[in-house]
């Protein structure tokens, strides 16, 4: 099962430039617009919306592609 992650939790992603770190703004457990595009996303395949430290622009991330500090 895919690591859990709370608001405010401090995480790092893989981003073009390296890697990116932040903070978990909400977890999105049914399809819906964030950080610009369509999430698809449900209750047993959530996504992360994080605020990035270096730009203040949010993304969205599934699970598996963040690392809690």
Excluded: C, N
């Amino acid at each position: 099962m895919a690591q859990e992650f709370s608001k405010g939790d401090h995480v790092t992603w893989k981003s073009h430039g390296g890697e990116a770190e932040g903070t978990v703004e909400e977890k999105i457990t049914k399809d819906t617009e964030a950080a610009g595009r369509t999430v698809r996303a449900s209750p047993d395949d959530p996504q992360y919306e994080v605020k990035s430290e270096k730009s203040g622009g949010t993304a969205v991330h599934k699970p598996g592609a963040l690392e809690k500090d």
